[in-house]
């Protein structure tokens, strides 16, 4: 398996949080463009029985520092401390503090404890933005247009990782990726939400290693569907619900553009494995509309703990 890294400067806020769903789903788009669309249910067909590659949502990066979710672990109630509060606090971490938990150096929450972190690493931030409703008879503010305030989010720069199993699709999805800078990333595209600069894919083997090298317990850098053979009863991890909307810029017009609700189980979720495959998770498909399947991404990116799982 090679793992690439991919740089993001972001240009403008966007209506999503970008997690690794709202990156496939865009590089799907874009690869219809590119492609066309017999190209691209082929392309989804064939991934969802057997994907080619994995994807992680996108994580802060400051400079030449990398950072990465911090991983739910086992709490030791025998250990008190008085910054708990701190270290529950913290969303990420350096992404050489998480190798330390792959390596079994960090085993229980409290340990973070001894990793000096900081919990200012906001990523993205949150706000409210004024908009503008438009009057679709006068074309102006008056009349039904109104002001009103939408939850938006700023990203700075950022970075996600692509694993491919084999790389038969590897030039067609950075090309792809490439097109994001001209079409956006999530919500409010056609008003310029979700601009950013993508750098060229760059080769990276910082945690190839944790990938390869297979357990019975992992850390996921995406959020995942539930899967059947993950052992809840000794994993940890927190979930959130999801409903999506079908991206309406090209077909899906007056349809309804609501997606069936998911539960995702979080980045950073530390799973106990009942019985090894090749992937975790799965592409759902999870509704027809106007004749075209519709799926969403749901699939983990694994990070294997070599010793103390």
């Known amino acids: 398996m090679k793992v690439y890294r991919v740089?993001?400067?972001?240009?403008?806020?966007?209506?999503?949080?970008?997690?690794?769903?709202?990156?496939?789903?865009?590089?799907?788009?874009?690869?219809?463009?590119?492609?066309?669309?017999?190209?691209?249910?082929?392309?989804?067909?064939?991934?969802?029985?057997?994907?080619?590659?994995?994807?992680t949502s996108i994580f802060p990066k400051d400079g030449e520092n990398l950072y990465l979710p911090k991983p739910y672990l086992k709490?030791?109630?025998?250990?008190?401390?008085?910054?708990?509060?701190k270290i529950k606090k913290i969303s990420f971490i350096p992404i050489n503090t998480f190798i330390k938990v792959l390596e079994g150096q960090i085993k229980v929450e409290q340990d973070f404890a001894n990793e000096n972190l900081e919990s200012s690493v906001s990523f993205p931030k949150k706000t409210l933005e004024p908009k503008t409703k438009i009057d679709?008879?006068?074309s102006s503010t008056e009349g039904d247009g109104e002001l009103f305030f939408q939850e938006s989010f700023y990203y700075s720069e950022g970075y996600f990782y692509v694993a491919f199993f084999n790389e038969d699709q590897k030039d067609k999805i950075f090309s792809s990726i490439k097109l994001?800078?001209?079409?956006?990333?999530?919500?409010?595209?056609?008003?310029?939400?979700?601009?950013?600069?993508?750098?060229?894919p760059i080769e990276d083997n910082t945690l190839k290693k944790y990938i390869d090298n297979k357990t019975n317990r992992f850390i996921t850098l995406s959020p995942i569907l539930i899967d059947p053979t993950i052992d809840y009863e000794y994993s940890y991890y927190d979930y959130f619900t999801f409903r999506g909307i079908i991206d309406n810029n090209y077909d899906f017009k007056n349809i309804n553009?609501?997606?069936?609700?998911?539960?995702?189980?979080?980045?950073?979720?530390?799973f106990k494995i009942k019985e090894g495959k090749p992937f975790y998770g799965e592409v759902k498909e999870i509704k027809i509309s106007n004749n075209v399947n519709v799926y969403q991404y749901g699939l983990a990116f694994p990070l294997y703990?070599?010793?103390?799982?």
């Open 136 to 138: 679709r008879i006068t």
């Open 7 to 55: 740089d993001i400067n972001f240009l403008s806020s966007t209506r999503d949080v970008l997690l690794s769903y709202t990156l496939f789903g865009g590089i799907a788009w874009a690869y219809r463009l590119l492609y066309g669309e017999s190209e691209l249910l082929k392309f989804i067909k064939d991934y969802s029985k057997n994907p080619s590659f994995l994807i």
């Open 180 to 200: 994001l800078q001209d079409i956006g990333l999530g919500g409010d595209r056609s008003v310029g939400g979700g601009r950013a600069i993508f750098s060229e």
């Open 257 to 270: 553009i609501w997606k069936d609700k998911l539960i995702y189980l979080k980045e950073g979720s530390n």
């Open 305 to 309: 703990i070599q010793q103390g799982g």
């Open 75 to 85: 709490s030791d109630r025998t250990k008190t401390l008085s910054d708990y509060k």
